[in-house]
């Protein structure tokens, strides 16, 4: 099954605790983006990546970092995490052609304290 | 600057009755459109996309979305809704390799 998969789920930490959030797909995809969603201002893009090695920021880079070192994998690193990264966290990958459609993992709800 | 407008936080309408959920967008260039939905708890899920060609695009579950270069706009409408349809909605756009999100359509659609 194709599919997008995220980990943790649900994660509950304390500020200035490093932590990461994987991401893994199996659809062979190139492009892959994570975005957080907060109640009124949709989905913001946090870091894309076409390729491995390749790696560019989205609207909201501030406080994260990505990686990439594998086509399959692309974790979000929250290395000091603060109340304002509080949110819903979104792993989706695509083909890289032009128009391909994003594919998103279950979602991370991620809550600072 | 990209961006992309929902100017609706909610819709209601009845089972049985057509939906429009509405979507503006500003992008330079050919922008590439797309139709989310969310359920609670879970992730989106892709309804329909507009790259070029006819405006009127067909979807899953029955949805379809108009597209009108002069207004750029690309509303999401289904003839007849179903209760089952309620959920979030999300317009986006693709430019060049970022995408842009509006900020969500709660639609409820009562018995």
């Known amino acids: 099954e194709a599919q997008v998969t995220q980990n943790p789920r649900y994660l509950i930490t304390v500020t200035g605790k490093k932590l990461t959030v994987t991401c893994s797909q199996n659809m062979n995809h190139e492009y892959m983006s994570w975005y957080r969603q907060d109640p009124g201002l949709g989905l913001r893009q946090i870091y894309y990546?076409?390729?491995?090695?390749?790696?560019d920021k989205g609207d909201v880079p501030e406080g994260y970092k990505v990686s990439r070192k594998e086509k399959r994998n692309f974790p979000l690193i929250l290395e000091s995490p603060s109340p304002n990264q509080t949110s819903l966290y979104f792993c989706?990958?695509?083909?890289?052609?032009?128009?391909?459609?994003?594919?998103f993992g279950e979602g991370s709800r991620l809550t600072v304290l | 600057a990209q961006s992309v407008a929902q100017p609706e936080d909610q819709v209601n309408v009845a089972e049985g009755n057509p939906l429009t959920v509405k979507c503006t967008y500003s992008v330079s260039g050919n922008p590439y459109l797309f139709w989310y939905v969310q359920y609670p708890n879970r992730g989106l899920q892709f309804l329909l996309k507009?790259?070029?060609?006819?405006?009127l695009v067909k979807g899953s579950y029955g949805f379809e979305a108009e597209f009108n270069k002069s207004q750029t706009s690309f509303h999401l409408k289904k003839p007849s809704a179903l209760v089952s349809d309620s959920a979030l909605y999300f317009c986006a756009v693709r430019a060049v390799n970022k995408f842009y999100f509006g900020s969500g359509t709660k639609l409820n659609v009562k018995p």
């Open positions: 507009y790259i070029t060609g006819d405006n």
């Open positions: 990546s076409m390729n491995v090695e390749v790696t």
């Open positions: 989706a990958s695509s083909e890289t052609q032009g128009h391909g459609e994003l594919f």
